[in-house]
């Protein structure tokens, strides 16, 4: 009778074991259904630039998009729109254009009322430097800078990141030659002009557009650059007397020599050349034998003061700043990055810098 009872206690005892493993695996499968395989284990802590930059990945979402006061023609603005929103889906750069003391006006009119709509400055050099940094409209950008290739000093020109002023609050990202000479070559042949001297020639006078040197843009940066580096004042009294017709349109004036009306351009915006061209306009563009200069056109950007769109700015700055945003841009302008890792097979020599030249 005992025997049957220990017989009986040991198979009670296999069959609750039994029991108990298939409700452990049964447990387990259900749990391995509502955690997905890699999920119950830990992810490696981040820190660093990868902790700002997963921040401002998560917050930029919720702002949704950029502002951005500019100068660049419209291609290029939808190249730039297109290009980022392939990157960044849920955020929308939005780009208000106009000529640099248009947009600035605007953008300290602004700040006087109290109004901070706006995240970059997107233009030229010389207005941030002249007139919207010296009344404390701009900020440092060095702590927006997170990606280690754009903080890397070895991929730009030089060796060092581009500021243009030591607090560095202005950065320009493109490094080009500036060919400054725009001619239409079905009036003009196309070794009819070759530097600044021949435009002294009598058969110019009245023939000549430029864009306008009295206020910020091309035609004050080609002044001050020819009249004290690169030739002199004497040459710029000479030239006056050609009677140059001074245009204040950018995309006018281009138009102008595109269809003939004044058949030579001077210090002309090369972005909306380079879109006439691209229409199968008869333009090219000269560089001087006198001497050139590198300019950064309107790849120059700038913090403005309490910028709203905190996180989704730092997220358009490294990109734009990044080998990504700087091939978007170059291809679409066909001009030259100050990033030197930036292909450059698909530009014309004359807008490539030359090993050997100094340029002013």
């Not at 490094?175 to 009819?192: C, G, Q």
């Amino acid at each position: 009778m005992i025997r049957l009872r220990l017989i009986i206690a040991i198979i009670l005892l296999i069959f609750y074991s039994l029991l108990s493993c298939t409700s452990t695996e049964k447990a387990t499968t259900q749990l391995q259904q509502v955690i997905p395989p890699g999920e119950a284990e830990s992810k490696p802590a981040l820190s660093g630039w990868e902790l700002q930059w997963d921040k401002a990945l998560r917050e930029a979402k919720n702002e949704r998009r950029v502002v951005i006061y500019t100068g660049i023609g419209p291609e290029l603005r939808q190249d730039l729109i297109r290009a980022f929103k392939s990157k960044y889906q849920n955020i929308e750069a939005e780009f208000f254009a106009g000529r640099g003391p248009e947009i600035t006006q605007k953008l300290l009119s602004e700040q006087r009322a109290g109004l901070f709509l706006v995240d970059f400055y997107l233009s030229g050099a010389t207005t941030p430097l002249t007139a919207l940094k010296p009344v404390g409209a701009l900020l440092p950008m060095e702590s927006l800078l997170i990606l280690p290739e754009v903080l890397d000093p070895k991929v730009w020109f030089e060796g060092q990141l581009p500021f243009v002023d030591k607090d560095k609050t202005v950065l320009a990202f493109m490094a080009r030659p500036n060919p400054p000479l725009t001619i239409n070559t079905s009036f003009i042949k196309e070794n009819e002009i070759k530097g600044y001297r021949d435009l002294l020639d009598p058969k110019w006078k009245g023939k000549i557009v430029m864009d306008d040197p009295t206020q910020g843009g091309p035609g004050l940066k080609w002044f001050g650059v020819v009249g004290t580096r690169i030739l002199d004042m004497d040459y710029m009294r000479q030239f006056a007397k050609q009677e140059p017709v001074i245009a204040r349109d950018a995309r006018l004036a281009v138009e102008w020599v595109a269809h003939g009306k004044y058949p030579l351009g001077l210090s002309l915006q090369s972005p909306i050349v380079t879109e006439f061209q691209k229409a199968g306009a008869s333009l090219i563009q000269i560089s001087p034998v006198e001497g050139d200069y590198i300019t950064s056109g309107f790849g120059t950007i700038a913090v403005v003061k309490s910028y709203p769109h905190k996180n989704a700015a730092i997220l358009f700055l490294n990109w734009l700043l990044s080998k990504e945003g700087q091939l978007a841009w170059a291809k679409s302008e066909l001009r030259q990055s100050a990033r030197v890792d930036i292909p450059i097979d698909y530009l014309e020599k004359i807008h490539v810098r030359q090993p050997g030249i100094r340029y002013v």
